[in-house]
Nanobody
Framework: QVQLVDTGGGLVQAGGSLRLSCAAS????????MGWFRQAPGKEREFVST????????YYTDSVKGRFTISRDNAKNMVYLQMDSLKPEDTAVYYC?????????????????WGQGTPVTVSS
């Protein structure tokens, strides 16, 4: 069992950067593939990125490749999402999530644990 708390969202201008953080409780954190999802107003929650248990491998949806970087620190039970070159279409509530699935897991139903979400607004 792991509990997740997302922080770091805010208002930023287009082209700017934000770093989201996800703090996990529980001693089993390093046994989960971790991911980030986002949900824009009026849209379904969508996959953004995952990172392997060791942190050695990452996976991104095409729209954020080259702009977002996921990382984790297993010693601190933390996951991060560095978001650069932000665009207005990145505006959404961002959620940290944990899955027992492999790195390429993108289906929401496969993620067992979720953070409460942190809002990101990118102004043009």
């Amino acid at each position: 069992q792991v509990q997740l708390v997302d922080t770091g969202g805010g208002l930023v201008q287009a082209g700017g950067s934000l770093r989201l953080s996800c703090a996990a409780s529980g001693r089993s954190f390093s046994t989960y593939t971790m991911g980030w999802f986002r949900q824009a107003p009026g849209k379904e929650r969508e996959f953004v990125s995952t990172i392997s248990m060791s942190g050695g491998s990452t996976y991104y949806t095409d729209s954020v490749k080259g702009r977002f970087t996921i990382s984790r620190d297993n010693a601190k039970n933390m996951v991060y999402l560095q978001m650069d070159s932000l665009k207005p279409e990145d505006t959404a509530v961002y959620y940290c999530a944990a899955t027992r699935g492999p790195l390429t897991t993108t289906e929401r139903s496969m993620f067992l644990h979720w953070g409460q979400g942190t809002p990101v607004t990118v102004s043009s």
